[in-house]
């Protein structure tokens, strides 16, 4: 089992989060990690401003996943937080200026630790390269379930 050193449980698997904007889409999961005492109320707007310069869309196979985070000084204990959109809202892609994605998952980020960005980045972008789990996760209505598929592919990530 690969320990990669932060909160996640099923109370941080959100389903059909309902948005209409990438902006909103992050406020709201944004503010789930604050209400669990994660996160600094500055982690909202930091996080939203880091989305603008810095985009996090992914165009993965079968469905479109963001990886918004920010930087550690907003940020309480790690986390990640799992949220799957109600209806696909458009990202920015990751390293493009203007190529859009329309996004279904979320895989919020609150990383204490500079150097675990890459990690955690590279676990997620693990998940997310293997369509039949993400269809998994985009589908599924069930936290617990969600919560056990993402854990187990935490738990199995090749060293």
Do not use: W
Not at 24 to 35: G, R, S
Not at 79 to 97: D, Q
């Amino acid at each position: 089992m690969k320990d990669l050193g932060l909160e996640f449980d099923k109370d941080l698997v959100l389903i059909d989060v309902d948005a209409s904007s990438d902006g909103e889409a992050i406020e709201k999961v944004a503010t789930h990690l604050l209400n669990k005492g994660l996160v600094k109320e500055s982690y909202i707007k930091a996080i939203m401003e880091r989305e603008k310069v810095f985009p996090t869309g992914l165009p993965t196979e079968g469905y479109g996943v963001a990886v918004p985070h920010t930087d550690v000084e907003h940020v309480i204990e790690q986390a990640i937080c799992i949220a799957t959109l109600k209806n696909p809202v458009p990202f920015k892609v990751m390293g493009s200026i203007d190529e859009m994605v329309d996004v279904k998952v979320l895989f919020m980020l609150a990383l204490k630790e500079p150097h675990s960005q890459l990690e955690m980045l590279q676990a997620v972008i693990g998940i997310v390269q293997k369509p039949d789990i993400l269809e998994k996760i985009c589908t599924e209505k069930d936290t617990q379930t969600i919560f056990d598929i993402v854990k187990y592919e935490f738990e199995n990530i090749e060293e």
